[in-house]
Nanobody, 122 residues
Framework: QVQLVESGGGSVQAGGSLRLSCAASGSIYSRNCMGWFRQAPGKEREGVARIDSTGDNTYYVDSVKGRFTISQDNAENTVYLQMNSLKPEDTAMYYC???????????????WGQGTQVTVSS
């Protein structure tokens, strides 16, 4: 059973930065793409960024492109999401997940963490 544990969330003012971490049990990165998703109250969960097993291929949704960076440390079994220039609309619960076929889509997710809350005030 894969377990994912997110951390690093918090409350910041607009323009600030946070770095989220997702620690995984087992050496899953050699086999899995990893993604970050977020869900704001009353909204559907949406994919934010994903990284392939090599770390060479990343993808971002337009709303975070240029502000967020996904990376991974295979030795530590951890994937990160560096979030800069945060906006109030980034406020959400953030989750990491393993992805099938490297598709950043809830339908292609397998294992999920419990989430970490990010709140951005204006």
């Amino acid at each position: 059973q894969v377990q994912l544990v997110e951390s690093g969330g918090g409350s910041v003012q607009a323009g600030g930065s946070l770095r989220l971490s997702c620690a995984a049990s087992g050496s899953i990165y050699s086999r899995n793409c990893m993604g970050w998703f977020r869900q704001a109250p009353g909204k559907e969960r949406e994919g934010v960024a994903r990284i392939d097993s090599t770390g060479d291929n990343t993808y971002y949704v337009d709303s975070v492109k240029g502000r967020f960076t996904i990376s991974q440390d295979n030795a530590e079994n951890t994937v990160y999401l560096q979030m800069n220039s945060l906006k109030p609309e980034d406020t959400a619960m953030y989750y990491c997940a393993t992805l099938r076929r490297c598709r950043l889509d809830v339908a292609y997710s397998e294992y999920w963490g419990q989430g970490t809350q990010v709140t951005v005030s204006s």
